[in-house]
């Protein structure tokens, strides 16, 4: 007789328990990262100050001495970098105009400039004093400044309104225009004149509807004449 074996069906084994951890495992594991991003981005110099970038374009002023004026700690993390204070230091420069600065990780420093350029000068003492288009004296040169206008302005104790004045219609010329004036006069404030360096004379008037009267002098100075009025834009009269 032949004997039957019979086979007990496999008992599934349990499959091992996979390791997870706990909740307060995580929250501690994740205190931790952030313990060490902390002391990268605020105390480690890493992402230290090493480069100071310095973006304008210049005619007085150089890079070099707006990054001495800047004085950015190269050792200082970047989001610690009191740029304010950078920027009031650099602002102070006298031929700044406006200043920006920027950080950029890991490690640069941007500083934006912009230039004051002067549109005319100002008799001071034995030297001259160049003025933006603004009005705002901003530095002395010894030898009187080629291809600007001297401002002679209104005998008095407060000349700031004659001045600006001066500035806002220098600043508008064109560059072949300002180059060719021997001075801008303001009796007042609302008193403009141009003298060209050939003798004649443009009657401006109030320092309105400047660009306007820009385009207008451009053309009117093709024309013959000794005296151009332009006090009023709309009737333009020529002598």
Known sequence: MTGVVTESPAVAQPAPARWRPSLAVVIAALAALAMVAGWLVFFSPVVAARSVVVRGSFQRLSAAEIRSAADVSTHTPLVRLDT?????RVAAIAGVAAVSVSRSFPSTVTIRVTERIPVGYLNQ??????????GVQFGTVTATPPGLPRFELAPGAD????????????????????????????????????????????????????????????ALLKQPGSTFDISDPDIAVIR
């Open 84 to 88: 304010g204070a950078i920027k009031r």
């Open 125 to 134: 003492g034995s030297g001259f004093a160049l003025v933006d288009k603004t």
């Open 159 to 218: 000349a700031r309104p004659s001045t600006v004045a001066a500035a806002e219609v220098a600043g508008v010329l064109p560059g072949k225009i300002l180059s060719s004036l021997a001075s801008v006069s303001a009796g007042s404030a609302t008193a403009v004149s141009l003298v060209l360096r050939d003798g004649r004379v443009v009657r401006w008037g109030a320092p309105v509807r400047n660009a306007e009267k820009a385009q207008l002098l451009v």
